[in-house]
């Protein structure tokens, strides 16, 4: 059977799948991005992202800057423990920078970049399009896809996975608790602060978004649903008692959804014409805003090591120098994460007293608090 031949073939056009189709447009490369969603699907997904000054360097150089839905600054970002002493403030102001990051619906950020990919002249997007299953052969790799309804097949010299989820686990953590996510309204408006609360249940993220704020808390999952399924007044009167009264009384929530939380990190691939970029490659907990972030950086890095060699597309030197210019800021952002996740967790008060001098030392001592803000800013791109 003759499939119709491309040089990649991106599956899944989520943000990382299309941040690496857009950073290789000038490369003349022949790509084909697959999206199993179709484009008439109504938007499902209620998280908000907080991407970091680095991703919007990243977005600009991608053409993605300003993002084509509204993004709101953040100016600071106050961390704190409920019922302990000690916060880490930090200050775009301090840090010479307009902002630390931005606040982005997902759904907006999504469809605003596969809209641009429709403009490039090297590169197809087919939405509706799950590919089900691929098969290697000496020099190609075979896709079989579920083309709205019908079998279809495609051949590539490369296959990028960035579907959103890890099919080979080396490692996977359920931390057994659920995020919600909901649009909140404060009595204080939102003035570019970003609010990260850490409570013996777990961490509540406040981003300031326009006015609101586009709340993320974890919650250990049982709880979570039960709130979720209680509606949005009783979210607004635990988050009451778990926020306390910095910000007013919460008023107004609406948009809310619920996500299962867990780290799963993929095994090194098994052939180097199938790598796993984004989610694909690790999935973390949201509690420091960086599972995009990273991935983007996973993105730009590749298409920079593609562009810089078209020819070794699919070779095991272009997996490699991937991989090894990839593995330090891979594997640091998922320790940290996975280290925050656990840390607040529980409610003895010696812990807690503990926790609350390590935020105050972190805020009192300048060199920590700027490799902490540094890492939130940039990873550790090489
Ligand atoms: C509650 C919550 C809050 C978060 N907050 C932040 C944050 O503040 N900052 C941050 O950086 N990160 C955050 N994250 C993480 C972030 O959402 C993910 O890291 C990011 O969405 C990963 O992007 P991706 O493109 O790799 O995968 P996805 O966004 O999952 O996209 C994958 C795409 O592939 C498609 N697909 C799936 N299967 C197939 C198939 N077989 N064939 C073709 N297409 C397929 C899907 O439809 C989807 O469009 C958060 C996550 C959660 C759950």
């Not at 290789?24 to 907080?50: F, G, Q």
């Not at 970003?194 to 250990?220: C, H, M, N, Q, S």
Request: with cysteine; charged share 20%.
């Amino acid at each position: 059977m003759t499939r119709p031949s491309y040089d990649l073939v991106i599956q899944g056009a989520g943000p990382v799948g299309c941040a690496l189709a857009l950073g290789l447009r000038r490369s003349r490369l022949r790509i084909l991005v697959l999206e199993a969603r179709p484009r008439t699907d109504t938007p499902a997904d209620r998280r908000s992202i907080a991407l970091s000054w680095g991703s919007r360097h990243l977005l600009d150089a991608l053409g993605q800057w300003p993002l084509a839905t509204p993004a709101s600054a953040i100016e600071q970002v106050h961390v704190s423990q409920r019922g302990y002493f000690g916060r880490v403030l930090i200050r775009a102001s301090e840090r010479g920078v307009p902002a630390l990051g931005y606040v982005a619906a997902y759904e907006g950020l999504s469809r605003g970049m596969r809209d641009a990919l429709t403009g490039l002249s090297d590169c197809e997007l087919r939405q509706g399009a799950r590919v089900l299953s691929t098969e290697l052969a000496p020099d190609r790799i075979h896709v079989r896809v579920d083309d709205q309804g019908s079998a279809r097949e495609f051949d590539a010299a490369m296959l990028v996975v960035a579907e959103g989820s890890a099919d080979t686990v080396v490692r996977e953590v359920d931390y057994e608790q659920c995020a919600i996510v909901a649009n909140v309204r404060a009595q204080r408006p939102a003035q570019a602060v970003a609010y990260e609360r850490f409570t013996a249940d777990g961490p509540i993220a406040l981003l300031p978004f326009g006015e609101e704020f586009a709340l993320v808390w974890t919650l250990p999952s049982e709880g979570a649903k039960a709130l979720a399924r209680a509606g949005a007044d009783a979210l607004l009167a635990s988050l009451d008692r778990a926020f306390g009264s910095r910000l007013g009384a919460f008023m107004a929530a609406r948009d809310l959804g619920i996500f299962p939380l867990r780290l799963r990190v993929a095994g090194p691939p098994a052939h180097p014409r199938r790598l796993a970029l984004g989610n694909a490659a690790q999935s973390l907990h949201p509690v420091a805003g960086q599972g995009l972030n990273l991935g983007l950086r996973d993105a730009a890095e590749l298409a920079d090591q593609v562009c810089a060699a078209p020819g070794n597309l699919g070779s095991a030197t272009l997996a490699e120098t991937y991989l090894a210019r990839r593995r330090i800021d891979r594997a640091a952002t998922v320790a940290a994460t996975d280290l925050l996740a656990r840390l607040f967790l529980g409610e003895s008060t010696l812990q807690g007293c503990l926790r609350g001098a390590g935020l105050a030392v972190t805020d009192a001592i300048s060199p920590l608090k700027s490799t902490l803000a540094k890492q939130m800013m940039y990873g550790l791109r090489l």
